[in-house]
């Protein structure tokens, strides 16, 4: 067959699915992306069906997924917003990053994957799934209760902690010397606290750069900047993801706002291709070893992030049943853990284990986190009743 | 009234107060633009029994209701000591044969002896309208007069 027509005829089939996919996730009110991940391995690499033509559009639009993903987590929050959750929570940021940081690297340590490991796989289980968890509050009618602005704060800081975190992780991935290592990490972290100071002082220069009323240029002067910015970043090897993610700072008020609203179908679209694409490059055969392993991590970091939440909370004064809700929203990872296990996986420096056991981990907490979220709520009720029953009789 | 407002990164603002009677109320203003009324349950004041979605039509109602029952309790207040004057509230509907005309073409005053001191439009108060503003529908009319007089101007604005 034509090459042409073949890879049409595989990425539509595919696109198709995916669809599918996520109207099924939707029916049953899940995340979609753990579907997407398993949709992938079915057809990658040791899978039931084996896709060729599509190999390398794939590549690309999971590049570009990645890119949409961090641009839109950039403008998620402001500037101001940034520097006001890094001032109130910043206890409650440092305790999450410590609990949820070190399971991952000490399994990464005890399966021998080194350090670069160790990095990688502490990044998978600190970051929660912001989307996940910002639609389970917005699903579940919590967007009123008092723990939320708790639950938000941590997510805000996580975001900052990303902004640090990306541009060393890539400096460790491209295995440079521990000077030239500082060095890149030096220049990245003044890039960052540049970008963050030009975007509280001068955001709206910014915003006003890439704005127009006309949704059709707005549209392309967004996305070309965010490509452009990538790629500059990409050939500084500061990693295109961490620039696509200070761009998304940078644009801040109502541009950003409405950024966000035209945006949001086109990241839907290449962050489904980027969950394929890195279910393809897993091969299937590699998980049931690490299931187990998985699991463990899975209970672990789900125990902490509770830990986490219920901390912050009764800092911030919420009483019991809220500080577990904050607890259970915090659970889910999904897409970020999936982004930088990816950004691993590309530069080849981590045993391919590693892709398994961060899909796999992905796969139970992007199911388990809405779960928590939901069915949190009447545990902790019934839980509190009991005691209150045993003391009347 | 003591309003807390809270900031809710990525997604909105929320502002609230505690009611006297232990119930958390209050608005959450969405970045896109939704507004919800939340509404705390009353064992736990952390969590919502409800947040409604509303409309900004959906909203302004509302806030015109409240708003306006306030505003009457007031007047009703204030004219306690003249016997046979009453306060009450006409909604605008969005039948009514008024609706996107001047409020004078009603001739209230000159048919049922009815002063209009009010309208409440979008949660604002415009305080003793002119003739010449126009109603729109959902505007809430807070009008003075006799019983009779209330009764007939009701049935003017509603059927013309």
Request: charged share 15%; glycine share 10%.
């Amino acid at each position: 067959m034509d090459p042409l027509a073949l890879t049409l005829i595989e990425l539509g089939a595919v696109v198709f699915c995916l669809g599918l996919l996520a109207r099924l996730a939707g029916r049953i009110g899940m995340s979609p992306i753990p579907l997407y991940l398993l949709g992938g391995l079915a057809f990658g690499a040791g899978g039931i069906v084996k896709l060729e033509g599509m190999h390398e559009f794939a590549h690309l639009s999971g590049e570009i997924g990645v890119i949409l993903l961090l641009l839109m987590l950039g403008l998620e929050y402001t500037a101001a917003e940034l520097f006001t959750g890094l001032r109130r929570s910043w206890q409650a940021g440092v305790l999450d990053l410590v609990l949820n940081f070190v399971p991952g690297a000490a399994l990464a340590l005890t399966l021998h994957w080194g350090f670069v490991g160790a990095m990688v796989m502490g990044g998978v289980t600190y970051i929660s799934s912001s989307g996940i968890a910002a639609k389970v509050i917005t699903d579940l009618g919590r967007l009123g209760n008092r723990e939320t602005p708790v639950v938000l704060s941590i997510l805000v800081f996580e975001d900052l902690a990303m902004a640090v975190y990306l541009p060393i992780l890539t400096a460790t991935l491209a295995g440079v010397s521990f000077l030239g290592g500082l060095t890149t990490v030096g220049i990245a972290l003044a890039v960052v606290s540049l970008v963050l100071m030009v975007a509280l002082r001068h955001g709206h220069h910014v915003s006003k750069a890439v704005h127009s009323e006309n949704s059709e240029v707005f549209l392309l002067n967004v996305l070309g900047a965010a490509l452009l910015v990538a790629g500059a970043a990409s050939a500084m090897q500061v990693s295109a993801a961490v620039g696509a993610f200070m761009l998304g700072i940078a644009i801040s008020g109502s541009t950003a706002h409405s950024a966000t609203r035209i945006l949001e179908p086109l990241r839907d679209l290449f962050a489904a291709i980027f969950f394929v694409a890195f279910g393809l490059n897993t091969d299937p055969a590699t998980i049931p070893p690490v299931l187990g392993w998985a699991l463990v991590l899975a209970v672990a970091t789900a125990a902490t992030k509770m830990a986490t939440g219920i901390w912050a909370a009764k800092r911030a004064g919420i009483a019991r049943p809220g500080r577990f809700r904050a607890g259970a929203a915090l659970v889910a990872r999904g897409e970020f853990s999936i982004v930088i296990a990816g950004l691993a996986v590309a530069s080849g420096a981590v045993p391919r284990e590693l892709a398994a056991l961060a899909t796999t981990y992905v796969l139970i907490m992007a199911v388990m986190g809405p779960l928590a979220a939901r069915y949190v709520e009447p545990l902790t009720k019934a839980f509190a009743r009991k005691p209150a029953v045993a003391a009347q009789a | 009234m003591n309003v807390e407002e809270t900031n809710l990164p990525g997604l909105g603002r929320r502002k609230d107060f505690m009611t006297a009677s232990g119930r958390r109320i209050g608005v959450v203003e969405r970045w896109e633009g939704q507004t919800e009324l939340i509404v705390s349950t009353w064992d736990d004041p952390d969590t919502c029994q409800a947040s409604i979605p509303l409309t900004s039509d959906e909203a302004a109602t509302l806030g015109n209701l409240l708003g306006g029952q306030h505003l009457a309790m007031k007047l009703t207040e204030e004219h306690k000591d003249v016997p046979g004057i009453v306060t009450r509230q006409f909604s605008i509907a969005a039948d009514s044969p008024f609706q996107n005309q001047p409020m004078g073409k009603a001739c209230i005053r000159t048919r049922c002896g009815v002063s209009i001191v009010a309208i409440m439009r979008e949660g604002e108060v415009l305080p003793s309208p002119g003739p010449d503003v126009v109603l729109h529908p959902g505007d809430l009319l807070v009008a003075v007069g006799t019983q009779e007089g209330l009764d007939s101007a009701a049935n003017i604005l509603r059927h013309g």
